[in-house]
């Protein structure tokens, strides 16, 4: 199983980042270079707990599905997005906020397992991975600017 953890600092308040962070809309505006798309599920706005996206993007040359869950939610502190279908053999995100002194910290802690033996582990280790890291801090770029120029 790989695990990537990112930390971003956002000067905005927790409820502002928390909700941007699952606004579909705004991940549709951040994930525009794989043009990245919710097909299916909730396809706007604010999703919730236990609620379902699919979504589909280009990545690596192919468009790809993928249907993803809110299995937990805690307002304004955490929650948490699973694959219940798509290429991961697993796949979860889970997203946490802190908030001190106005300033928000999101920590994105991601866990995931390839199929396909050790082909999949070594495309893991020479493109997925990195991938992976570069769209989440280009997403938390942008999650960064809409939550700072709300206020």
């Known amino acids: 199983m790989t695990t990537i953890k990112i930390r971003t600092k956002i000067k905005a308040p927790i409820q502002t980042v928390f909700d941007v962070s699952r606004d579909i809309d705004v991940h549709q505006q951040s994930a525009s270079p794989t043009n990245e798309t919710a097909i299916d599920g909730i396809t706007t706005g604010l999703i919730n707990y236990n609620e379902t996206v699919t979504w589909r993007g280009k990545h690596f040359g192919f468009y790809l599905t993928h249907k993803s869950r809110i299995t937990a939610m805690n307002l304004y502190e955490y929650f948490v997005d699973e694959m219940e279908e798509g290429k991961f053999k697993s796949f979860r995100?889970?997203?946490?906020?802190?908030?001190?002194?106005?300033?928000?910290?999101?920590?994105?802690?991601?866990?995931?397992?390839?199929?396909?033996?050790?082909?999949?582990?070594?495309?893991?280790?020479?493109?997925?991975?990195n991938h992976l890291i570069n769209f989440i801090i280009e997403r938390n770029k942008i999650l960064k600017n809409l939550s700072e120029n709300e206020q």
């Open 93 to 129: 995100h889970e997203h946490f906020f802190y908030e001190k002194n106005g300033v928000t910290t999101m920590k994105d802690k991601l866990y995931y397992e390839m199929p396909y033996g050790f082909l999949g582990e070594l495309f893991d280790f020479l493109f997925l991975k």
